[in-house]
């Protein structure tokens, strides 16, 4: 069978060297490529199109990792994403797996968790770090933070841009999308908080914090 080909993403040289050599012990993986920020985690994966991305969920850069995990999604959908990170905390594996994650493991874990994570996402199941699993099972359903409509994450980063006054064309290249993409998330956005016009859509933002400084 053909190894399963994964890029590695941590900011951190000695951490991504310790993964290496972690995964490169067995022919079943092939580490194609490693990046030490969000951006060139995104451009390595659209360059190879691994069928994983090993992602560190804090990594210094102007994204954020779960600001990129969408963008995986929408260019990539058979790069399956692991999250690995020292948060224990199950918002943020929720967070992460609603942003398009299929597996959550905690780095203090890695030694035993990552190859069978790997294993499971390549096979397009789900993983979580056992403790992560047991919290996030136990803890109250996380409220949708005061987000009228229930938008999805790219759908408030698209309101966001249009509100800021820049083009389709604009967020697409900024976001990885077509414009056809962008032009399908305004209409959504439209319909969920059930504006027609720019003017309607800045005002919504406006009020509800989009335009601060983040």
Not at 82 to 106: F, I, N, S
Not at 186 to 209: I, M, P
């Amino acid at each position: 069978m053909a190894p399963i080909r994964i890029v590695l993403a941590d900011d951190h040289a000695v951490v991504r060297a310790g993964l290496r050599l972690l995964l490169d012990a067995s022919d079943e993986f092939e580490v194609v490529a490693e990046a030490g920020d969000a951006d060139a985690a995104l451009q390595a994966v659209f360059a190879h199109k691994p069928d994983i991305l090993v992602l560190d969920l804090n990594m210094p850069g102007k994204r954020t990792s779960l600001e990129a995990l969408p963008l995986v999604s929408d260019r990539n959908a058979g790069t399956g994403v692991v999250v690995l990170t020292m948060q224990e905390d199950p918002a943020y594996a929720r967070r992460a797996m609603r942003a398009g994650a299929r597996a959550y493991v905690l780095k203090e874990a890695a030694d035993t968790d990552l190859v069978e994570a790997i294993r499971q996402c390549a096979a397009g199941q789900t993983y979580l770090t056992p403790s992560v699993g047991a919290k996030l099972a136990a803890a109250p359903a996380e409220e949708e933070s005061g987000r009228p409509g229930a938008l999805s994450d790219r759908e408030y980063d698209v309101l966001r841009m249009i509100a800021l006054g820049h083009t389709n064309a604009e967020i697409a290249s900024e976001l990885y999308l077509s414009i056809r993409t962008v032009e399908t998330h305004r209409s959504h956005v439209q319909q969920k908080l059930g504006l027609s016009s720019r003017a309607e859509l800045v005002r919504w933002a406006l009020d509800h914090g989009l335009l601060e400084a983040r």
